[in-house]
Nanobody
Framework: QGQLEESGGGLVQAGGSLRLSCAAS????????MAWFRQAPGKEREFVAA????????FYADSVKGRFTISRDTVNNMMFLQMNNLKAEDTAVYYC?????????????????WGRGTQVTVSS
């Protein structure tokens, strides 16, 4: 049974940067699309960014476009989210997810594997 584990969250000041990592284990996710979602207190989980299985196709939510960069290392079963120019509204628990789909998708329902999340807090 495959598992995903996030790391790299923390407390950062507005304008700062963080790099999140997602480690996949217990199976090969090299042919899976992968994505980051986030959930702020009192809000629904929302899509952040997705990357296709080969890394050649990426998709971002408008709210993070130009500030966040998603990437993956299929050899080592890792995925990353580089977050720059962080804002207070980026504060949330960030989750990584994997989906057995072609391309990349922002639809949470397509993702069958989820991590437990890592907290990102941006102070203003």
């Amino acid at each position: 049974q495959g598992q995903l584990e996030e790391s790299g969250g923390g407390l950062v000041q507005a304008g700062g940067s963080l790099r999140l990592s997602c480690a996949a284990s217990g199976g090969s996710f090299s042919t899976y699309a992968m994505a980051w979602f986030r959930q702020a207190p009192g809000k629904e989980r929302e899509f952040v960014a997705a990357v296709s299985w080969h890394g050649g196709s990426t998709f971002y939510a408008d709210s993070v476009k130009g500030r966040f960069t998603i990437s993956r290392d299929t050899v080592n079963n890792m995925m990353f989210l580089q977050m720059n120019n962080l804002k207070a509204e980026d504060t949330a628990v960030y989750y990584c997810a994997a989906a057995e789909v072609v391309g990349s998708t922002p639809s949470a329902g397509e993702y069958s594997y989820w991590g437990r999340g890592t907290q990102v807090t941006v102070s203003s």
